[in-house]
């Protein structure tokens, strides 16, 4: 029988490459990826996937199809391409948003004035979406890049287009007026797969993959740490720690005194430790966390 492996598409080379490898790296998978030269696939050396590499825009059609089983794809694309899939992981890397946007000193301040106006995208679908939903009838036109060029020459009234920071807009002379679509980095898996039985062989590696992305991305969001505390100041100290079962407390060799160690989460990091501070915690040792497995 062939052996069974899991075909996983990644872009081939853009914004999405980089942190596409990273995540399946820190899940322990080992690649041989060729510099330069024309890469199209690659088997994993210790773990049943091939990965195959394509332009961000296939991925969703070639998932939906079968060609491939699983992909990695920002979720703007997944919407334009309006490919049936599963979402099944949100990765939490190429955080972006789809916007509206119009030159500085236009006269528009809000979307109910696009009325009639020229709108340049290459995302058509996810706007027209939009604008009928907000019953704005517009003439949208399709490119395929530098969309934020558009109203400079005198293509269009406003453009549709994928933003992080903001500052290509500001660059090209335009105002952010509405975001309409909010995206990052997803794992998508066609309907088929993601409904087979639990034992399908394919199902099993599947499940695999997604137990080490999840160990990947729960470690990454917190941190470990240790302190130091008098034991007056525990009960205190222990309220602001909600820990996974409870922070450990361990005694010191000094008397009277404890270590505790407990898991923080990223977002509430510094304000959970300059409390912890106040309540006299000392000596507060901070630890990345690789994987966290639950
Ligand atoms: P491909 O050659 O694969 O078609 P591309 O030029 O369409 O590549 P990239 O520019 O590499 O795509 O962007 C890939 C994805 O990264 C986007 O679809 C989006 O989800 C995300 N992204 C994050 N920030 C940005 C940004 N500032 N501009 C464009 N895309 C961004
Ligand atoms: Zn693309």
């Known amino acids: 029988m062939a052996k069974e492996l899991l075909r996983l598409a990644i872009q081939k080379s853009g914004r999405l490459f980089e942190d596409s490898i990273s995540l399946l790296s820190e899940c322990g998978i080992k690649l041989n990826l060729s510099r330069g030269g024309t890469r199209l696939k690659t088997e994993a050396t210790n773990f049943p996937i091939e990965v195959v590499f394509l332009r961000d825009d296939d991925i969703p059609g070639y998932v939906e199809d079968g060609v491939v089983d699983i992909g990695i794809v920002g979720e703007n694309v997944v919407a334009e391409t309006e490919a049936k899939l599963q979402c ?48 704005i009838t517009a003439d949208v036109h399709t490119i395929s890049g530098s969309v934020e060029i558009a109203p400079s020459i005198g293509l269009a009234d406003a453009i549709f287009d994928v933003i992080s920071t903001g500052s290509t807009l500001m660059s090209n002379g335009l105002k952010e007026l509405e975001p309409v679509f909010f995206s990052e980095a997803v794992l998508v898996a066609s309907d088929d797969l993601a409904r087979r039985p639990a034992d399908d062989p394919l199902a099993v590696i599947l499940a695999k993959l997604r137990f080490r992305i999840q160990s990947v991305l729960r470690a990454g969001s917190r941190k ?71």
């Not at 020229?118 to 939009?130: D, E, G, Q, V, W």
């Not at 407390?249 to 008397?255: C, E, G, I, N, W």
């Not at 989460?265 to 912890?276: M, P, R």
């Open 88 to 135: 099944l992981e949100q990765l939490g890397f190429s955080q972006c948003r789809l916007s509206l946007a119009v030159p500085r000193g236009s006269p528009v301040t809000e979307i109910s004035q696009l009325e009639n106006a020229r709108i340049a995208t290459s995302y058509p679908t996810i706007l027209k979406n939009f604008l009928a939903a907000h019953r």
């Open 224 to 294: 470990y740490i240790v302190l130091n505390a008098p034991n007056d100041a525990l009960d205190a100290i222990l309220n602001l720690l909600p820990g996974l079962k409870s922070p450990t407390v361990v005694p010191l060799a000094t008397s009277g005194w404890s270590a505790v160690h407990a898991v923080l989460e990223e977002n509430e990091f510094w304000e959970k430790t300059q409390s912890l501070r106040d309540a006299g915690a000392q000596g507060i040792v901070v630890v990345p966390i690789e994987k966290m497995i639950m």
